[in-house]
């Protein structure tokens, strides 16, 4: 399959758009189908505002992220469909990709912890539960494999020293 290129504008459009959309207005319209535990005449207590640094953090780690993407495909993005997964045409290795092979897996999670607490919402709990059953045994293995069959030696190498998500890395030199 001949890979596709996908502009730069494009991205910055899906970003501008589909990160908003998934990580605060899904959890915001999920939080309005339950019960919002710790606020009082529909305004957040205190303890559900501490929930807001979580939130902050994670889309931190997102635009980290998003930055890094960008460096990384000063051209657009080539994307390349393996039998797996497709994949673009850089691995990276830098920035939150040093700690961890999912930083967006993390900042997302991060931003759906912080709206469970913020909102007090069972709702988002459960959606979270569910999203992380989906994306942790099935969707982060075909990604993995995706990437080994596009980058061989190197993806290997890579994931032999940055952890999956967060721990100690085992870097050489």
């Known amino acids: 399959m001949k890979p596709l290129r996908l502009p730069r504008w494009l991205a910055i459009i899906l970003d501008v758009i589909m990160l908003p959309l998934a990580h605060a207005v899904a959890p915001w319209a999920l939080s309005r189908l339950g019960p919002r535990f710790g606020w009082h005449d529909d305004f957040p207590g205190p303890w559900n ?3 807001i640094i979580p939130v902050a953090a994670g889309f931190a780690v997102i ?3 998003v ?3 960008f460096a990384a495909a000063p051209r ?3 994307i390349e469909t393996t039998p797996h997964y497709p994949t673009p ?3 990276l290795t830098r920035g939150p990709y040093s700690y961890s092979r999912n930083p ?3 900042g997302a999670g991060l931003v759906w912890l912080g709206w ?3 909102y007090g919402s069972r709702v988002i709990l459960i959606a979270f539960t569910l999203l992380s059953v989906i994306a942790g045994p099935i969707i982060l293995p075909r990604e993995e494999r995706g990437l080994e069959a596009r980058f061989g030696d190197d993806w290997r190498a890579y994931a032999r020293t940055v ?3 967060l721990g100690h890395s085992r870097r050489i030199g």
């Open 49 to 51: 505002l501490l929930a």
């Open 63 to 65: 635009l980290w992220c």
């Open 67 to 69: 930055y890094v993407h």
């Open 76 to 78: 657009g993005w080539l």
């Open 89 to 91: 045409s850089y691995l």
């Open 104 to 106: 967006i897996y993390i």
């Open 116 to 118: 469970i607490g913020f």
């Open 163 to 165: 952890p999956r998500f």
